[in-house]
């Protein structure tokens, strides 16, 4: 393992400070990632800049939207009623993420801020419609997350920058959420593929049409997307079996995956025209449908 | 570099020891504290064989910075025996299933498995397989370490 | 034993070691330190295939810390390996990415670390072969100049009866090609040994080997290459943290500890990482197999013959003698008159392979039972049917000349085809299948080696108490629990009086190693005879002290009686007692070296490899998505012929351990080598399943209580994971009608395979 100093500011205020002054200085949040990258040497660091003990990243609100602490922990939104009833997908991306013991440290924010294309957190905020707060030394900004991420482990954070946290509106009524997560093992895997879907009907009944939907892809692009194409194309129909395999259809052609020995390009764009329909579904039994 | 005090538990008892920022909580457990029951099997928070408890939580030791450790209680597999030398239920319930053979999994198993029990009393082989999902076993199967962990909640 | 009542055999009797690993207390070589002692670490080769043009070691010498660099050049020529084609570190040529091309021994492991990446190693990079097809062929690059050839020069042929004549004469004959995939061990417990010195040059060799008496003869060889004639090797056994063949020969990085040990006068520790553990240890290969078998009109089969080529890697272990245990399943699994078979072992650049265990048969069980499915549908046959009417039976000769004692096959199918609900289950196409695959392994040793024994001392103290000395190894099946049960019943004491001593080459006798499933067979016979020789001591001094006819005594509950005579009986203490300090008294010990009689192979490779064999069969039911191609297993069923469960818990820890790294091997598991270099070798990319992937699993024990076995018991270390894939295939089949031919069993291959069926099927239409 390199060498390094590790400070643990207690204040954002703090935090940004030494982010500011120390050299080859990063922030670790749950450190699942980093202290990988570092024991693989794929990270050169001198200081790390804890931000485990700032009590303003921590924890979740809901009021007239949802706010995430970017500190929370993912064994703390598996536990939130709030969160698995009315944002469901985001219960889904945690519920599957890595083991218990990576889950009681690893935090939101490090799963975004990472930015891996198959971050399990990543397509649920972003069906979800998270902005993100990003704190400063000059003052804090607000960035839809689908324009924070720019491409692997690659974001619009300054290197000076931390996320405070995710801000989620509410939603209507007849608003369902999921996320899929296709693995080859049934747990401790990254996504082969992750399909997250939110729709909001225009009434709650059968044969109703979409009103709104979402429809975020992980793992077919160099960063998770939106398929704007197919969120556009559900817009006013009947969800029936048609629309759905159409739907899939349609996403498959805004995904442009890539070989891996995760898994292939071809199989995955297969699977985009399944899963895309399937957590369709999933987010109106939610519903209540 | 300058090593840092700190202050912690470690298996029920007040710690103030000298550590170096880049220490993992595992090297220290192992190197400094010579408590070698708490494995290494990948350092890369895959295996699950470095599990230990901090705050009522399961972690992997392999991944956490020591200088987090301040002011938490932190226990181990040798924190599980009774002052006495009584061993926990559940490591006797390991012995008396069979669920233990090479017995390198065995110790951070065991913790993920107490982890569980002391916030769910009961629970459903579902949720023993979630709970234990990050610990990796090549010898068992996991059949018999579910059936230990069972025997342990209400349906024994 | 004359019909009494077992107290100890047959119940599930805790592991013994099992308190020490539950606590952490047990010591894994991970867990080791001697004083003084340093670290050794091995840079590896940067190519697959280059040659080695210079070594500059000055910038790691001089790194404090440092006590000693080695390279290929400053280190005496040996070679290792069955082939004797491995030299530890590597001179003038790198055959493999993994291939040990200097060594460092330091104070701490990352000063040792530090060393090695400043070792400036200059290659000229040659072009390499990763495709034992392609090694074949004219004009390949030679991993091994000097040979001439990348083909190895181990004959595996086995010809029994006529099968040109067979295949003329036959009703159905199939045909087909199968491929396995390179696996890992993956224990949990990395590698690692420390190598240390006394004054007069002895070795104490601290390891996880699985093969102490081999691995020591080794190290002697070794030691007489580097000048130290008539030197003492004392090998002594940590905890081993998994083995599963990983650990059966002995490797470059041990050679490596010994010459840094040698170098420095200090002992040496070399511990793999989980990436060395990965790259740097020997898997189970990749096979390329073609097979076609044949039925007569009734179903009864003629004739089975399988060409098969191994990749090898570049040098030489176990791996490369796996086809003679595959020639047991190919000649002996079912009633088959008339089979042919050749293997041929080639050189690669890719790692080089080690026994996994099962020794070659989970590899060619996948291509026979696969083609058994397949053969029955040609015949029109219910796969079930067409496997009871070929199973082996008692009193069998086979085409190879195994002598089939104890076999209880047919019961293993019945069972499985009965849990399974086959008749109602079989034949619905619906997404839903069933499948089943049978076993034969050796059960009764496996002389694959000039001596298949083991010995065992067994000593008893004033008060009844038991120290056995077995040359048997624990690598966590429990064979330390299997032994004491035995010696215990025998003796008629207590499981707690037995202590078993298992892991000091001073102190325990030989053994050949813990390979073959042969240790509840072998060691437990020698066992049994030692324990029986002591009884019959105590027995006969007894009968002189009680006056009463040894016929009429015996010993229970650590009491010697008379089983006539009620009021003859002495506490077995007080009788030890009395031999011991009686004048001219003695104390009490007796050994046993039992090497069963089974056969070394003939030139034919013919014999009785085994006293006896282990049968069993699998049945699994699947679930196949359609749309993704995930396979959901529904529930699994394992009978296994095992002669007599002296441990049913400890068995069923085996059966449940076999099946579910037989269900990785299945479905999961994969080594992706590309030109050489291991892409995902760590426990995220290799997948070996968790708690999470197992399905439910039912064991069912067939007790045949073979006569020759300890208490009637046959070997369960291997078996479980023999029939896993094939059963998971044919099961697949039969949900959705398409064969997977090549492990593992992917989703991506299966939703390929229902792409291109539902294709054809447009074209007939």
Known sequence: MRRFEYHKPETIKEALGLVTSLNNARFIAGGTDILVALRQKKAEIDNLISLRNIGELKGIEYGDGLWIGSGTTHTEILKSRVILEHYTALNDGVKNLGSRQIRNVATIGGNICNAAPSADTACPLLVLDAKVLI??????????????????????????????????????KNTG???????????????????????????????????????????????????????????GKPLTEDVMEEAGNIAAREATPRDSIRGQAWYRKEMVKVLVGRAIKNAMERMGL | MMRKEIRFRLNGEEMVCDVEAHWTLLYFLREIMGLTGTKEGCGYGECGACTVIIDNEAINACLYPIMEVEGKDVTTIEGLVSQNGELHPIQ????????????????????????????????????????????????????????????????? | ??????????????????????????????????????????????????????????????????????????????????????????????????????????????????????????????????????????????????????????????????????????????????????????????????????????????????????????????????????????????????????????????????????????????????????????????????????????????????????????????????????????????????????????????????????????????????????????????????????????????????KITSCGMKECIEAVAEKLNWKEKRGRHNGRGVGMASLIHVGGGARVYKSDGCGTIIKIDDYGKVDVFTGSTDIGQGSDTVIAQIVAEVLGISIEDVNVIN????????????????????????????????????????????????????????????????EKSMPLGKALRSIHYATGGKMLMAECFYDPANENFDREFKGNLSVSYAYGAHGVEVEVDRKTGKVKILNYVAAHDVGRAINPMLLEGQIFGGGVMGLGYALGEEMVYINGVLKNGNFLDYKIPTAKDVPPIETIIVETVDKDGPFGAKGIGEPGLVPTAPAISNAIYDAVGVRIKDLPITPEKILKALKEKGAEKLDEA
């Not at chain 3, 053994?511 to 060691?523: E, L, N, P």
């Open chain 1, 135 to 172: 704190a400063g030394i000059n003052g804090e900004r607000w960035v839809d997350l689908d324009g924070f991420f720019l491409g692997p482990n690659k974001t619009v954070l300054d290197k000076h920058e931390l996320v405070k946290g995710f801000s989620l509106p509410l939603f209507p």
């Open chain 3, 503 to 566: 892991n000091d080459t001073d102190v325990c006798p030989w053994d050949v190693g813990v390979h073959a499933s042969r240790t509840t067979f072998v060691a437990g016979n020698s066992a049994l005879y030692a324990a029986e020789k002591i009884k019959a001591e105590i027995l006969t001094i007894v009968s002189h002290m009680l006056g009463e006819d040894v016929a009429f005594l015996d010993i229970k509950n650590g009491v010697v009686y008379s089983k006539r005579d009620k």
């Open chain 1, 177 to 235: 959420s999921s996320y899929i997560k296709h693995t080859r093992r049934a747990a401790m895997d990254l996504p082969i593929l992750g399909i997250a879907a939110r729709i909001t009907m225009d009434d709650g009944k059968e044969g109703a049409t979409c009103r709104e939907a979402r429809i975020a892809m992980g793992v077919v692009a160099p960063r998770p997307i939106r398929a704007y194409e197919t969120e556009r194309f559900l817009v």
């Open chain 3, 1 to 402: 034993m004359n019909g009494d009542v077992l107290s100890l055999v047959g119940k599930n009797i805790p592991k013994k070691d099992a308190p020490l690993k539950v606590t952490g207390q047990a010591q894994y070589i991970q867990d080791i330190k001697l004083p003084g002692m340093l670290w050794g670490k091995i840079l590896y080769s940067r190519y697959p295939h280059g040659r080695i043009l210079n070594i500059d070691t000055k910038r790691a010498e001089r790194l404090p810390g440092v006590k000693a660099v080695l390279t290929g050049s400053t280190i005496p020529d040996i070679k290792i390996g069955f082939m004797k084609d491995n030299p530890p570190l590597k001179k003038g040529k790198v055959c493999s990415m993994r291939d040990e091309v200097a060594a460092v021994a330091a104070t701490s492991p990352e000063v040792a670390q530090e060393a090695i990446e400043l070792i400036d190693v200059e290659y000229e990079e040659l072009p390499g072969v990763f495709d034992p097809v392609e090694a074949m062929k004219e004009g390949a690059p030679l991993i091994h100049e000097e040979l001439k050839s990348n083909v190895l020069k181990l004959p595996w042929k086995l010809i029994c009866g006529d099968v040109d004549r067979a295949k003329a004469e036959s009703a159905y004959i199939v045909e087909d090609t199968y491929k396995t995939q390179w696996v890992t061990h993956c224990c949990l417990g990395t590698s690692g040994c420390i190598a240390s010195f006394d004054v007069n040059n002895n070795l104490t060799m601290y390891s996880n080997t699985q093969i102490p008496s081999l691995a020591q003869r080794d190290y002697i060889d070794a030691l007489n290459a580097f000048g130290l004639k008539n030197k003492r090797v004392r090998v002594v056994q940590s905890v081993i943290g998994g083995g599963f063949g990983s650990k059966l020969d002995t490797y470059p990085y041990e050679y490596i500890a010994i010459l840094l040990a040698l170098k420095t006068r200090r002992p040496v520790k070399i511990l793999f990482t989980r990436e060395e553990e990965f790259f740097a240890t020997s898997p189970r290969q990749c096979t390329l197999t073609k097979i076609s078998q044949g039925c007569d009109r009734e179903g009864r089969l003629t004739f089975r013959e399988m060409e098969m080529i191994l990749d090898n890697g570049a040098y030489t272990s176990w791996g490369a003698t796996t086809p003679s245990v595959m020639m047991m399943p190919i000649s002996s699994l079912y009633k088959v008159p008339n089979v042919r078979y050749t293997a041929k072992c080639v050189y690669t650049n890719n790692n080089y392979s080690q026994a996994m265990r099962g020794y070659g048969n989970p590899q060619a069980t996948f291509a026979i039972e696969s083609s058994m499915d397949q053969l029955a549908e040609a015949a029109g046959m219910d796969p079930y049917e067409f496997r009871m009417k070929n199973a082996n039976e008692p009193g069998e000769v086979t085409p190879q000349r195994f």
């Open chain 2, 92 to 156: 006797k319930a390991f012995i008396e299933e069979g669920a233990v053979q090479c017995g390198f999994c065995t110790p951070g198993m065991i913790m993920s498995a107490k982890a569980l029990l002391d916030e769910n009393k009961d629970p459903t082989e579902e949720e023993i397989k979630e709970a234990i999902a990050g610990n990796l076993c090549r010898c068992t199967g996991y059949v018999k370490i579910i059936d230990a962990i069972k025997t342990m909640g209400g349906g024994r």
